[in-house]
């Protein structure tokens, strides 16, 4: 609160300088950030392109998708979300891929971890030293989810951010699911409320770094954020996403993600143009209209 400037709080707990206009505190207004976990090495994803290296393949969060590098879908995504105050990219200590990225839009730390969760809490920490508040939203999104939106990112927000806990991406589970015992069915598993987990995971900042260290602390096994805000007690909130907001995984999910995003950049197609009507036979018992032609 800056000194010599008069304010007054009211029995509604708001303070107001002298015009009586709402002051809002940084702790009132919450920001938004996407944070993007970039450290991986994707070794079930392997794909017959160029090496940097002999005998290596690059990550696979850069590995061309319809002419970009699927990170690059990715954070062309966010940047079209006008909400979004910032975007931070956590990528591994040594990693030069975005060295020749000017003026891109993102910051780029070199904290990556051992894990997604220690790379993820990483970048938290890097957050809250610039700037950012506990109770700020952070998404946490998977590099290799580059089909999505712009649109899903809004639904995320629209629906959490007024939520105590915060919440993710996910979809119903459409297919039978069986659990297995030696490479052989040992039973079917009721699906009706199983969802299939997804990224963006948005969460307040404070919240979720503590999160991910008790769950560290612990030895817990933490896949997603969301797992970690269980392990502490809470219980995220579910937004339906979509089935084109997949994380390229294996091999030939690469021919199915280039397909989708080239689909989306075709004009739509034009509307065919409406049959003229065949023209009126004269009447020949009418007399002739006196209307100018």
Known sequence: MEWGVRRFCRPDFRIYDEGMTPVFEKSL?????????????????????????PGQLPP???????????????LNAFAQVARINSCLVVVAPGDNFFSAQ?????????????????????????????????????????????????????????????????????????????????GRVLATLDRSDKWLAQTPQM???????????????LGDTVTDEASAMEAFGLSPRLVRGSA??????????FLLAEALIKSRKKPPARKAAAAKKPAKAADPDKPPSNEPL
């Open 29 to 53: 207004v919450p920001r938004f950030f996407a944070l993007i976990p970039c450290a991986g090495q994707g070794s079930r994803a392997v794909a017959d392109l160029p090496v940097g290296e």
């Open 203 to 217: 969460f307040r900042l404070g919240a979720l770094m503590q999160a991910l260290k008790m769950a560290l602390n």
């Open 60 to 74: 696979k969060q850069y590995q061309p998708i319809a002419g970009l590098p699927m990170v690059e879908h990715t």
């Open 102 to 182: 000017a003026d891109a839009g993102y910051q780029v730390v070199p904290c990556g971890g051992a894990s997604r969760a220690v790379s993820v809490l990483n970048g938290l920490e890097q957050l809250a030293v610039s700037g950012g508040e506990p109770d700020d939203w952070v998404l946490v999104h998977d590099a290799a989810r580059c089909l999505i939106t712009p649109a899903l990112i809004n639904s995320l927000i629209d629906i959490c951010q007024s939520d105590p806990v915060g919440g993710l991406l996910a979809q119903p589970l459409p297919d039978t699911l069986k659990q297995a015992q030696d």
């Open 244 to 253: 084109h907001n997949f994380k390229v995984t294996w091999p030939e999910d």
